[in-house]
């Protein structure tokens, strides 16, 4: 595997390489104890969006591994292929570095990206995929639930990013997913076939949150507005009308259900603030997570 751009162009044995690995180093520096495999590496990171979790965790990670990481920040590169195409910069990058994260508004930058580059390139999101965030989430569910054959995520809000990554994570590890979401916000029909295409029938959809909550292990949300979408905001509030993953609805999902958010989350909006710092919450755990997901992959992928 030289890229990691999404998690249906990986196998099933690679992806469970990587969830192991994240164990190990997890464990590894929770004791004190360091891998600097990555000493003398060094990591561009591309950024045509702000970000938080994404930048922090794996500035931290490369270091943490020994490596460094340079940041390029929107201003810095702009939107790539505008300023210059994208094919120049992985080529030039490819030079001076030996790996490319890139956190861009479109799937086909980063597919454009791997293929000039010689380096490995990280899709640390795109508006078609997000599998870092999606991978750190079944690291979480493997360690809260103790595995995650048979399992049933429900995803409730906008068909996006981070659901169809999910979608396509349920299917190489062999759960269940469903998807809720209001008329006109749905997942596309093409990528529920593609899960459906790994593991038959693991996926479906529905316009009906209370059902789709309904023996489900983990119930999952994000924001109903992302980056790129403020113009809709009001639009956007009043379709998802009911689409809250608070107490009303949590009442229909079992009581030991955990719940997900990738974060940032809107309180009062897609979540309430009370299942936020809820029991069931997976929340901060998740966000840890990417730190020791991001980890695994970049010593997966830069080591050698």
């Known amino acids: 595997m ?149 399992l049933k995520l429900a995803y409730i809000g906008d068909g996006n990013n981070v659901a169809r990554s999910l979608a396509f994570a349920c299917a190489r590890f062999n759960m269940k997913y469903v998807c809720a979401s209001p008329k006109g916000y749905e997942l596309d029909e093409n990528s529920l076939n593609l899960a459906n295409s790994v593991t038959a029938g693991c996926a479906a959809q529905t316009n009906d949150p209370c059902e789709a909550v309904k023996n489900a292990n983990v119930v999952y949300t994000d924001t109903w507005v992302s980056m790129g979408q403020e113009d809709e905001k009001a639009e956007r509030i009043a379709a998802f009308e009911g689409f809250s993953v608070d107490e009303k609805l949590m009442a229909n999902a079992p009581k030991d ?22 029991e069931n919450s997976t929340i901060f755990d998740q966000a840890e997570n990417r730190l020791h997901f991001q980890r695994a992959l970049l010593k997966y992928l830069m080591a050698n």
């Open 2 to 150: 030289k890229s990691f751009l999404s998690i249906l162009d990986c196998t099933t044995d690679q992806l469970n390489e990587l969830l192991v690995l994240s164990r190990e180093l997890k464990a590894l520096y929770k004791s004190g104890k360091r891998d600097v495999c990555l000493s003398g590496k060094v990591l561009a990171m591309l950024f045509e969006k702000t970000s938080l979790r994404t930048r922090v965790s794996f500035q931290v990670a490369m270091h943490d591994l020994g490596g460094m990481a340079i940041y390029m920040k929107p201003e810095d590169i702009g939107v790539i292929g505008q300023r210059e195409p994208a094919k120049d910069m992985a080529r030039v990058f490819a030079r001076y570095v030996d790996g490319i994260m890139a956190r861009t508004f479109s799937h086909e930058t980063i597919v454009e990206l791997d293929q000039w580059a010689d380096v490995p390139v990280i899709n640390a999101l795109s508006d078609w995929s997000h599998p870092c965030q999606a991978m750190a989430d079944m690291l979480t569910i493997s360690e809260q639930c103790g595995g995650l054959k048979g």
């Open 257 to 278: 259900a955990k719940v997900m958010h990738c974060l940032p989350a809107y309180r009062g909006y897609e979540i309430s603030d009370g299942v936020v710092e809820s």
